[in-house]
């Protein structure tokens, strides 16, 4: 084979190795992406039961339903114009309560969000008793005194 020719096979595999090597890595992307939807997203959406998603909203008042035979619970979540029902088996965190700023992460099944991790918000002026109870004693303490206990 002439040396031009070895050039011309070098490239085209090489190329087509480069390819492969891109659509394999956009796969795998595409596996791991998990897209953040709020509750009134979701009824512009069609969304696959196998597609991953995340749904951030407040607890809606009144809406916490314990099954203590499992440890499962039901709620919704709301963004004041639309609402998404959850089912969530296991433990949930300790700031979880209505009117809580939650994300939920699991799949849509039947219209509702089958749960497999929540994770509970707390606003931005939040600050631990200790340090508030510090600068109280300091008198640094610059914060709103309903705020900080």
Same mark, same amino acid.
């Given at each position: 084979m002439k040396p031009k020719h070895q050039r011309l096979v070098f490239i085209t595999v090489s190329v087509v190795f480069l390819c492969l090597s891109v659509v394999i890595t956009l796969r795998a992307f595409r596996d791991n992406l998990v897209f953040f939807y709020s509750p009134s997203d979701l009824a512009s959406h069609t969304?696959?039961?196998?597609?991953?998603?995340?749904?951030?909203g407040l607890v809606e008042a009144g809406t916490i339903a314990r099954? +203590? /035979?499992?440890?499962?619970?039901?709620? *919704?979540?709301?963004?004041?114009?639309? @609402?998404?029902?959850?089912?969530?088996k296991g433990l949930v965190p300790n700031l979880f309560r209505d009117g809580q700023g939650?994300?939920?992460?699991?799949?849509?099944? +039947? /219209?509702?969000?089958?749960?497999?991790? *929540?994770?509970?918000?707390?606003?931005? @002026?939040?600050?631990?008793?200790?340090?508030?109870?510090?600068?109280?004693?300091?008198?640094?303490?610059?914060?709103?005194?309903?705020?900080?206990?």
């Open positions: 969304i696959s039961p196998t597609q991953l998603i995340r749904v951030g099954n +203590n /035979n499992d440890d499962s619970m039901t709620f *919704i979540i709301t963004d004041g114009k639309g @609402k998404v029902s959850v089912h969530y939650i994300v939920a992460e699991g799949n849509i099944t +039947n /219209n509702q969000l089958e749960a497999k991790s *929540i994770l509970a918000k707390h606003d931005e @002026k939040y600050m631990p008793r200790e340090v508030v109870d510090a600068l109280k004693r300091s008198g640094r303490w610059k914060g709103d005194p309903n705020n900080g206990r």
